[in-house]
């Protein structure tokens, strides 16, 4: 009985020993090669767009979801040579190729912006009517002021002619003025007016027609014991004047008045 119990006990450890060892044989998941994704077969082609008129990398973003989404399919810009290069199926180049003799065309002149910016005080000296000193654009909209500001009299300080393009940068400026005095007869006082012109752009009114839109107007106004400022956001149409704001200067005011006209 003993001698059977240590055959079999022996032919255990054999069995154990043997499907041991074949288990450790056998690749674990880790060892799996995973597979190959990529397209391998020749269907793929590539081709070299050339970009004449729109920014690449802006193009090759709206083009990118025409293509077969297949690992390997892709679209490499290029700012320099100003291409991008096309990898994919035969017909999905041909339809990013009709996309590009849509998109890539030359677009429409942007016209420049005519800016004329008027500044006024407004006061009740008792020295005449002086508003024939104004530029004659400038009489509708005194008219205008004058139901709404009980002032008599409207001096020019300064006027400013600027052209510009619609820029999202900052257009600033500055310059010195003869400042009215504030008592009738009294001497011209010199002064010094900064402005700022920020986010400018051209879009349309639900009319259609072009508006002329600034994300941040400014304008100030430096003299002997004052100093006023006028800042404001606006839309202007092509030719409107617009009285941008008013500032209180003691018992006087400052207006400033825009006009813009677009110039082709």
Do not use: C
Request: aromatic residues 6%; positive net charge; without cysteine.
């Amino acid at each position: 009985m003993l001698k059977f119990m240590k055959n079999t006990l022996t032919a255990i450890s054999l069995f154990l020993i043997v499907n041991s060892a074949a288990f450790a044989q056998q690749p674990t998941p880790a060892q799996t090669k995973p597979e190959d994704n990529y397209v391998t077969e020749k269907g793929f082609k590539s081709k070299v767009f050339t970009i004449t008129h729109r920014e690449v990398n802006n193009l090759s973003a709206v083009l990118r979801p025409l293509l077969s989404g297949f690992k390997g399919s892709m679209i490499v810009p290029n700012g320099e040579f100003k291409t991008f290069t096309v990898r994919d199926f035969p017909e999905n180049i041909v339809t990013i190729e009709e996309a590009i003799k849509r998109l890539d065309t030359p677009t429409a002149p942007r016209p420049n912006i005519e800016m004329h910016m008027h500044v006024l005080l407004a006061s009740n000296a008792s020295s005449g009517n002086t508003t024939s000193e104004v530029p004659a654009e400038l009489k509708d909209v005194i008219t205008q002021v004058r139901e709404t500001l009980n002032y008599r009299n409207y001096e020019l300080v300064t006027s400013v002619l600027q052209r510009l393009t619609e820029t999202q940068r900052g257009l600033q400026g500055s310059g010195s003025a003869q400042i009215p005095g504030a008592q009738p007869g009294a001497p011209m006082n010199a002064g010094n007016y900064e402005y700022l012109v920020n986010s400018v752009s051209l879009v349309q009114n639900p009319t259609g027609a072009p508006t002329i839109q600034i994300n941040e107007f400014m304008f100030v106004l430096i003299g002997d014991k004052m100093r006023a400022k006028v800042q404001t956001a606006l839309n202007l149409r092509d030719g409107e004047k617009v009285v941008v704001g008013t500032a209180s200067i003691n018992d006087r005011a400052l207006i400033v008045v825009l006009i813009a006209r677009l110039v082709k």
